[in-house]
């Protein structure tokens, strides 16, 4: 039996395969993906821009929207504005996966419901494991362990992209953020932003330190 014979095997012997539709240009990306989650029970579809997602969405209602806000024909925030207005679309759950620093672009996807963000790189089995939640939770406000990536998106629109090397990590109650910037004033839009996103978040956390270095 072929490796791609045992991976359907693998889902199709159980439930039914999650539905995943990933909205990128990056033609890279759905050969690093694509067989690694189906070994996982996730069959993953692919649109390369926004007029091509909002056409598979028509096709075939996934289960997860997994997008990048950076695309051509229509951007992420169309995408996203065209689903808000059909009922069989807004109640899919919307992982934003980005590699994304312009605050402009993140903005405009920031004022519709996203259920997690996740910046590139991310690896297949930590993808799967987010999507499963996402199918599960489609709302959850992730534990603190779980929302790095959703910060790091934060203090990335906030800055502008001006903390390079960002890195989020959780110990014991707090948060670290870390990078390296070339204004105290940087620091401080980090640090607003890290505080925003507890405020409308039911997590929380014991102390923020600001590890990020002020050449």
Aim: with cysteine.
């Amino acid at each position: 039996m072929s490796k791609k014979d045992t991976s359907v095997q693998s889902w199709s012997s159980g439930s039914t395969p999650i539905r995943v539709l990933m909205a990128d240009p990056d033609a890279s990306l759905p050969p690093v993906y694509r067989e690694p989650l189906l070994r996982e029970g996730i069959d993953l579809e692919t649109a390369v821009n926004g007029l091509d997602c909002v056409a598979r969405l028509r096709e075939r209602v996934p289960d997860v929207l997994v997008l990048e806000p950076h695309m051509p024909w229509g951007g992420g925030d169309g995408v996203l504005a065209i689903m808000g207005e059909v009922p069989r679309f807004a109640s899919i759950p919307v992982m934003v996966l980005t590699s994304c620093h312009d605050p402009h672009v993140l903005n405009r996807v920031a004022s519709f419901p996203i259920s997690d963000y996740q910046l590139k790189p991310i690896a297949p089995d930590r993808l799967a494991k987010r999507l499963r939640s996402l199918l599960a939770h489609p709302r959850l406000r992730f534990t603190l362990a779980e929302q790095t990536g959703r910060l790091e998106c934060e203090i990335a629109r906030r800055t502008g992209g001006r903390v390079r090397n960002l890195r989020v990590e959780t110990v014991g109650g707090r948060v670290i953020v870390r990078g390296c910037s070339d204004s105290h004033h940087v620091r401080q839009l980090a640090l607003a932003a890290v505080r925003e996103a507890f405020e409308t978040s039911e997590s929380q956390c014991n102390r923020i330190e600001m590890a990020i270095e002020v050449a």
